[in-house]
């Protein structure tokens, strides 16, 4: 019988765990110092006003939509492609997931090129919401492919049809999944900066962004992410809450025998033109618009010299951040996984709170911090990656632990009764079998690091400039043709990552 989590966690992994609890927090004072110099007059007179509660109706209402409708569109093209006999099902499995080659902003750069329609709210929450369904899709499949189908034959065998063992027995059992998936797109909603300055979006964070750069007003942009950061809170909790909730256990690989698929009969067709629809939508506008331009730049012979240096600048930042976040994550998660009390579920929460923080913000709070503390680290490339590990710490998180919570304490009490120390017995037993989940960590954190904008804008040192920037200033200045070359790279570059941790994903278990 497996025992519950220990209280008290050894020093090594407090010590380990303060590190980016300190680097997480930093942000969080930083916008409470600057909000509060304003005052409760000030605070009222910025905080409850007409501008602001329009900000407030806008930024939730893309959050909550795109979260829903990406989390219903993720569902249903998850079970198409795992447990119904749709054709072709290992290449539509790569079609769902192509769009997480593409940066959010690139996707909206394409669209809102199209026509004005999409520079509106309803253009964002169409162009979020496709950009999002490969963030719920992949762990919904691989949740589906975990479960034990004798569930299902219980049910079915006590007279349940094909829809409520659905909802009865099936969708609890991937809830975990679809909740922790749905938390983090919901938080990189609320985060959402470079996609909806292209669509013209007003939101809180491109209100941050202006208050910042156009008026320098300090105190006004520190209370409006204030408001952002108390959004973020219930986002955070509510997720750990179902998490722990319920619990589904298996033992061994289940039945041996392989799940018959669901037949579709009349309504092959309609899931067909389904798949095709959301890869066209997804995938294919985005990138033929993106070929378009490229041709533009390429025939006036914009931009294309400064691609490769650009190349090689990102993924010097980007491999080395992606290292650097993976390593801090892993001692947060196994605090929280092995271990209880008030300290490791508040390591575990907290980054996702400093997630739903524009970049900016977090990039100068790190700038404060130098300049007063650490002078020698101002405009440097540590800082950035320092920031980058408070940016992206979250999705480290969720990829560790999802490797974490399959390992059982008794393997690292076993090394402990052989004359072991905590650590040793950490190194021997739990490492291990954290590496397809630390693998995991690292493709995806590299793939963001490599899209990653705001932050890189603020503190890059001078003369430093990454894809994204470049895509940025050339694009500011409408040169659509000059920027294109960047954003084409960036698409090359992250298909990638796309593809091994797709491809790691859909390979689990497929009998197909």
Not at 314 to 321: F, K
Not at 418 to 438: M, R, S
Request: hydrophobic content about 55%; glycine content about 8%.
């Amino acid at each position: 019988m497996t025992r519950g989590p220990q209280a008290l966690p050894p020093s090594w992994l407090v010590m380990a765990s303060l590190i980016p609890f300190v680097l997480v927090a930093l942000p969080i004072g930083y916008v409470i110092v600057q909000g509060w110099q304003a005052g409760v007059g000030g605070i009222l007179q910025n905080l409850i006003r007409p501008y602001t509660l329009n900000l407030l109706l806008n930024t939730l209402t893309i959050a909550v939509s795109v979260t829903v409708l990406a989390g219903l569109i993720a569902i249903a093209a998850a079970w198409g492609t795992e447990r119904c006999d749709l054709p072709g099902r290992r290449w539509w499995r790569l079609a769902v997931a192509l769009p997480l080659a593409i940066p959010a902003y690139v996707s909206s750069f394409a669209w809102s090129s199209l026509g004005p329609w999409f520079q509106e709210i309803q253009g964002a929450i169409l162009i979020l919401t496709f950009y999002s369904v490969p963030l719920v899709y992949l762990p919904v499949v691989a949740a589906l492919r975990s479960l034990d189908p004798n569930f299902e034959d219980v049910a079915r065998s006590l007279g349940h049809g094909r829809w409520r063992t659905f909802r009865r027995v099936v969708l609890p059992q991937i809830a975990p999944a679809l909740g922790g998936s749905a938390l983090l797109v919901a938080a990189h909603m609320l985060a959402e900066f470079g996609a909806l300055s292209f669509l013209r979006v007003e939101t809180f964070t491109t209100a941050i962004f202006d208050q910042y750069t156009a008026e320098f007003n300090n105190q006004a942009a520190a209370l409006l992410s204030g408001v952002l950061m108390l959004i973020c809170l219930p986002v955070a909790f509510a997720e750990a809450r179902m998490r722990t909730r319920r619990r589904v256990a298996r033992i061994g690989r289940g039945s041996a025998r392989a799940l018959v698929p669901i037949a579709l009969g009349p309504l092959m067709p309609l899931a067909i033109l389904g798949f095709v629809l959301l890869t066209i939508l997804s995938f294919g506008v985005p990138i033929v618009t993106l070929g378009f331009w490229v041709w533009q730049g390429h025939s006036a012979g914009q931009g294309i010299e400064r691609v490769l240096p650009a190349l090689a600048t990102t993924l010097g930042y980007a491999l080395p951040g992606a290292v650097l976040t993976t390593i801090a994550a892993v001692p947060l998660v196994i605090a929280t996984t092995h271990f209880r009390g008030r300290f490791a579920m508040l390591c575990d929460r907290l980054p996702y709170i400093v997630h739903g923080l524009p970049g900016i913000v977090v990039a100068l709070a790190a700038v404060a911090t130098a300049i007063g503390f650490l002078p020698a680290v101002y405009q440097t490339s540590g800082l950035v990656l320092l920031v980058y590990l408070v940016l992206f710490l979250p999705l480290a998180q969720s990829s560790v632990r999802a490797s974490a919570e399959l390992v059982p304490r008794e393997l690292s009490d076993v090394a402990r009764s052989l004359g072991k120390t905590p650590f040793q017995a950490f190194v021997l037993t739990i490492l291990p079998n954290l590496l397809p989940g630390i693998g995991a960590a690292l493709a995806l954190t590299a793939l963001q690091l490599m899209r990653e904008l705001t932050a890189t804008l603020l503190l890059a040192p001078a003369g430093v400039v990454t894809l994204a920037t470049e895509f940025w200033n050339y694009t500011s200045d409408r040169a659509y043709g000059a920027a294109a070359p960047f954003a084409a790279t960036l698409v090359l570059v992250s298909g990638i990552p796309v593809y091994v941790f797709t491809m790691r994903t859909l390979r689990l278990n497929d009998v197909r």
